[in-house]
């Protein structure tokens, strides 16, 4: 089955600063998704990406996927208390769609 | 925007009993999953359901668990005899579509079972 390592586990930064998360598989990845979860709560879809050299940005958060799709990295730009919680890269695996998760990276932005 | 809900929020039961967990997928959405996150640890698969039938199961989806759609909008996960273990935030998710096309998640339901 497909493991995926997200590091840092946890990262404490400063109101304003540039952050970047990583997620590595031990397999190819076909479907890399990217969520927030704050604690007690459900899981909010960020982005979706697909093919090798991917790169998706929403507001002030960027995700790429690397060419040979087995590493997918999440970047905050400025970041903001409201940026604040879980994050979670997802794979798709076997063909009933189903995603396998990394254990998440806690996410602390001070003001 | 529409949204999965999820009730109750939070259910406490006793060993042995059973509990049904209740999902509202969002209407026009095909495939609809159960998901499971022990208290530190990873959000973990159950099952995914579509067509009226269960497409797939992890391991932990044992002769306990079983799912349902009821009717044209609810989906239910029941537990027939909990334990201990089972203690967890069960999430629902649905999606549009299977491959390619990202899972809508509720905010899930706390069991305790003591």
């Known amino acids: 089955s497909q493991e995926l390592e997200q590091s840092p586990q946890s990262l404490i930064v400063q109101e304003g600063k540039n952050l970047t998360i990583n997620c590595t598989s031990s397999?190819?990845?076909?479907?890399l998704y990217w969520y927030k979860q704050k604690y007690g709560e459900g899981l909010i879809f960020l982005m979706m990406?697909?093919?090798?050299?991917e790169e998706k940005s929403h507001e002030k958060i960027t995700a790429k996927l690397d060419e040979k799709k087995q590493q997918s990295s999440l970047h905050i730009t400025a970041s903001q208390p409201s940026h604040a919680g879980i994050y979670l890269c997802g794979a798709e695996e076997g063909s009933n769609y189903k995603l396998t998760f990394g254990k998440g990276t806690l996410l602390t932005v001070n003001p | 925007e529409p949204e999965v809900t999820q009730t109750p929020s939070h259910q406490v039961t006793q060993m042995g009993q059973e509990v049904i967990l209740r999902c509202v997928p969002i209407?026009?959405?095909?495939?609809f999953y159960w998901y499971r996150q022990i208290l530190g640890q990873k959000v973990e698969f159950l099952v995914s359901f579509y067509n009226n039938e269960i497409s797939e199961k992890s391991e932990i989806f044992d002769d306990q668990f079983s799912v349902e759609r009821p009717d044209g909008s609810n989906f239910t996960l029941k537990i027939r005899s909990t334990k201990l273990e089972d203690s967890a935030m069960y999430f629902c998710a649905s999606s549009r579509q299977g491959a390619r096309t990202p899972l809508h998640f509720g905010n899930g339901t706390r069991l305790t079972v003591t």
């Open positions: 990406l697909q093919k090798g050299g």
């Open positions: 397999k190819t990845l076909y479907g």
């Open positions: 209407s026009n959405h095909l495939y």
